[in-house]
């Protein structure tokens, strides 16, 4: 069970969108619509931003979307604020029961 | 509002056990419709799942770490525990316990609360 394939650092002006890429397998991203995301700021535990490739919790930005293309989800930020930056995971299940973390992407807002 | 806390000992020796302990207050670990879990992030590092426990005792865990992890349910008390064996520096992290969509939820298999995370270090 790898981790999932994150960019280390990703960053954008305030305003701007940006996109987080999650690469997986098929057996991971690939087979099931189970990918979640989650924001992190320094020191803070994790909040929880998508479930299912796509779908919004409630109370959260309809800035914040999600999409999956084969093996490959994506975190998308529109219209940027200095509040998004932090770290960025995605979440995929992995079969079996299991669950498996994307390495993390540190969002820098210029 | 659900919330979880993590309690146990900080500092934990090599080759020791470490064990931690997740309070449940807001919700129940008898829910059949969640999953509760313990996730943990090195310094600096990534978040790792560790694995999870269903209210009837059924477990789940990475299978990186399955030798070395115990979980357990305790629904009097509306806690679960992890238990590390034969620790190591590499095991150094934040530990969060988390609560877990299950089918009925509506967040199927996505981490919907978590706790502040407690760091346990491991040192003689």
């Known amino acids: 069970q790898s981790a999932l394939t994150q960019p280390a650092s990703v960053s954008g002006s305030p305003g701007q969108s940006i996109t987080i890429s999650c690469t997986g397998t098929?057996?991971?991203?690939?087979?099931?619509?189970?990918v979640s995301w989650y924001q992190q700021h320094p020191g803070k535990a994790p909040k929880f931003i998508i479930y299912?490739?796509?779908n919004r919790p409630s109370g959260i930005s309809n800035r914040f979307s999600g999409s999956k293309s084969v093996n490959t989800a994506s975190l998308t930020i529109s219209g940027l604020q200095a509040e998004d930056e932090a770290d960025y995971y995605c979440?995929?299940?992995?079969?079996?029961?299991?669950?498996?973390f994307g390495g993390g992407t540190k969002l820098t807002v210029l | 509002q659900v919330q979880l806390q993590e309690s146990g000992p900080g500092l934990v020796k090599p080759s020791e056990t470490l064990s931690l302990t997740c309070t449940v207050s807001?919700?129940?670990?008898?829910?059949?419709?969640?999953?509760w879990s313990w996730i943990r992030q090195p310094p600096g590092k990534g978040l790792k799942w560790i694995g999870y426990?269903?209210?009837?005792?059924?477990?789940n865990y990475n299978p990186s770490l399955k030798s070395r992890v115990t979980m357990s349910v305790d629904t009097s008390k509306n806690q679960f525990s992890l238990k590390l064996s034969s620790v190591t520096a590499a095991d150094t992290a934040v530990y969060y316990c988390?609560?877990?969509?299950?089918?009925?939820?509506?967040?199927?298999?996505?981490?919907?609360?978590w706790g502040q995370g407690t760091l346990v270090t491991v040192s003689s």
């Open positions: 807001g919700g129940s670990v008898s829910s059949g419709s969640y999953y």
């Open positions: 098929n057996s991971d991203v690939g087979s099931y619509n189970l």
């Open positions: 299912g490739v796509s």
């Open positions: 426990i269903y209210h009837s005792g059924s477990t």
């Open positions: 979440c995929s299940y992995a079969g079996g029961s299991t669950l498996v």
């Open positions: 988390a609560r877990i969509g299950g089918d009925s939820s509506g967040y199927y298999k996505a981490i919907d609360y």
